[in-house]
């Protein structure tokens, strides 16, 4: 893979609303408390109609836009938000930014913020992407043994 | 239709050259047109079946991509190749549809489109190659097998179809691919659906048909009309 160790890893937001692809965005940013130059994060919600639906041509901009070099991790929400970004990364994105992006199986807010936080710190693609993908479980009431 | 007659099929020997019907650039607008008028008129109908066990857009997806696919379609050139052609039709539907068709539709035309390049036209043989193409990108982008109820159940019988009957010429290719699609869409509708929003309903997705299959059988028969009519 072609990654660049150095630059963070960025993140996208996929949702069939671009409401709340762009609200999940703003929130992570303030409750991840991003420094200015962290990892980027970028929404990619609704038709450019606005109507509620998913587009792989936005998703792919939106994937070129948060690549900084070391790769992006895309949190979907359901459905056609996996399959749009599947199709973003094997259809439309350069075979370069292409194979540096994953889609995590994560929550879209949960595995965002973990996601955000953990490209803050630097961990490399395999690192945020397998936090976001385990963000499903995390304990979020605080009472597991 | 496509074009029949300029060269009917002609006995040399034992070899036959068959009808050399050709799929060219007005087919693929009469394609186009056909689809999108059907999409149209059965909106109400896809969407009710959705409605049953999806969340009721299927018709308004796909009328809304074809609308402006035929709009993309219009506007190309005369000259312009197959594989230009077929993928316009793809980047607009994976912009326009929004639910699950709008990749899995759009996946099948971006990965016909590079099947089928710069030809101006295509015989039998290269459309079923570039039909298959386009199955395996569904296949791949939905990770869809037989029996999961989906449109794979109408499409993949379709393209197996076509091929069993290519070496009758395009037009009896697309019949047969036709008659297998719907034959496809019919089967599976007792099924449980394992992929999809369907697959959420369990088994209350049985006993409904699938409104993905019966798209593709639209689709399908579409394409026979665009090559025969």
Do not use: C
């Not at chain 1, 949702?15 to 130059?37: F, I, K, W, Y």
């Not at chain 1, 929550?107 to 973990?114: A, I, K, R």
């Not at chain 2, 659906?193 to 369907?198: S, V």
């Amino acid at each position: 893979m072609t990654q660049d160790s150095t630059a963070a890893v960025g993140i996208v937001v996929v949702s069939h609303s671009a409401e709340v692809a762009d609200a999940t965005v703003r929130l992570v940013a303030q409750l991840a408390n991003l420094p200015e130059d962290g990892p980027r994060l970028v929404a990619a919600g609704g038709l450019a109609d606005g109507s509620v639906g998913t587009d792989a041509v936005r998703i792919a901009d939106a994937v070129r836009r948060a690549d900084a070099g070391a790769g992006v991790v895309i949190l979907a929400d359901l459905g056609s938000a996996v399959l749009s970004a599947g199709t973003a990364i094997d259809d439309l994105l350069e075979p370069d930014v292409a194979e540096r992006t994953v889609i995590s199986r994560g929550p879209l807010v949960e595995g965002t913020f973990v996601a955000a936080v953990q490209a803050s710190a630097s961990d490399g693609l395999d690192g945020v992407r397998a936090a976001a993908d385990e963000a499903a479980d995390m304990d979020k009431l605080g009472d597991r043994a | 239709m496509g074009r029949t007659g300029a060269h009917p099929g002609i006995a040399l020997g034992s070899l036959s050259v068959w009808p050399m019907t050709t799929f060219d650039l007005a087919a693929l607008r009469r394609f186009v047109d056909t689809f999108a008028d059907r999409l149209h008129e059965r909106k109400d109908e896809l969407t009710a079946l959705d409605s049953a066990i999806g969340d009721a857009d299927h018709g308004i997806n796909m009328d809304r991509g074809f609308t402006a696919v035929r709009g993309k379609v219009a506007e190309l050139d005369d000259g312009t190749d197959l594989g230009t052609a077929a993928k316009t039709i793809g980047m607009t539907l994976i912009s326009t549809v929004g639910g699950a068709s709008g990749p899995l539709y759009g996946t099948f035309f971006l990965r016909l489109a590079t099947s089928l390049g710069e030809r101006s036209e295509a015989d039998a043989e290269a459309l079923g190659v570039a039909l298959r193409a386009g199955l395996e990108g569904v296949a791949q982008r939905g990770k869809a097998v037989l029996d999961d109820k989906t449109m794979i159940d109408a499409m993949s019988p379709a393209i197996d179809a076509y091929d069993g009957a290519a070496s009758d010429g395009m037009a009896a290719a697309l019949n047969a691919a036709a008659e297998a699609a719907a034959t496809g869409r019919d089967r599976i509708t007792p099924l449980v659906a394992r992929k999809g929003r369907a697959s959420y309903l369990g088994e209350r997705s049985a006993n409904h048909q699938d409104p993905g299959a019966t798209s593709t059988t639209v689709m399908f028969e579409s394409l026979r009309d665009a090559v025969d009519g």
